[in-house]
């Protein structure tokens, strides 16, 4: 059982985990990652995608790169360049997310000690084929029922993994590290639990210190 309001114990049948930041320590990797695909930009405009990048890190580099251009430069873009930087930034980040070292262990064993208890999804805001190779070349795939990842929004995708399983959103949550996460989960009316980021303390009535404590 999994406390899922403060004061309340329900049964929890399904959980989906975000993935950067709770399944992978993967921030500042894609953070270098946006450093170079922009390096011939001023280093402050950089900086403010940057900050935008580690503030939204459940929204996708799609997202992130047209907010770069249109926000911050003031610079129209069009798909097909928003396609080419996105590109140039896999090509950056995918070798060095391969490493296994780069998982969060407290996480990983809470999946597999209870891969029978629960049904686990994955929804992301990485690209999603490049979320299915890493999870596969990590040796973690097996352990979801789904791994969906961006384009597609995560609003979206916790609505289709709901819709798609026939779950109850009363036995459903959402582990996120970011203030997107929230949002997904409050607009599918599902619980919350923040982890990974002290920020989401006073804004979730749930809060994971570690992955110990997580189950009663």
Not at 79 to 91: G, M, N, P, T, W
Not at 115 to 128: K, L, P, Y
Not at 182 to 199: K, T
Request: proline share 2%.
């Amino acid at each position: 059982m999994i406390k899922l309001f403060k004061g309340d114990i329900m049964m929890i049948k399904n959980i989906l985990f975000d993935f950067d930041g709770v399944i992978i320590d993967s921030m500042p990797i894609k953070s270098e990652g946006f450093r170079k695909i922009f390096e011939e930009h001023d280093s402050e405009a950089v900086k403010l995608l940057l900050d935008f990048h580690n503030l939204n890190g459940g929204l996708s580099r799609y997202v992130k790169i047209k907010y770069f251009f249109e926000d911050v430069l003031g610079i129209p873009i069009e798909e097909k360049d928003i396609l080419r930087y996105a590109e140039q930034f896999s090509e950056i980040v995918k070798e060095e997310l391969n490493n296994p070292e780069h998982l969060i262990a407290e996480v990983v064993q809470f999946i597999r000690d209870n891969q029978e208890n629960f049904n686990f999804h994955i929804v992301s805001g990485a690209d999603e084929q490049e979320l299915k190779y890493l999870c596969e070349q990590l040796n973690i795939a097996h352990y979801f029922k789904s791994i969906h990842g961006s384009p597609t929004h995560k609003n979206d995708l916790v609505k289709q993994v709901i819709k798609e399983n026939g779950y109850l959103k009363t036995e459903t949550i959402l582990i996120g590290d970011s203030i997107n996460d929230l949002e997904a989960a409050e607009i599918n009316e599902i619980g919350f639990y923040a982890y990974n980021n002290a920020d989401l303390k006073p804004l979730s009535a749930n809060y994971i210190e570690t992955m110990a404590d997580f189950v009663l």
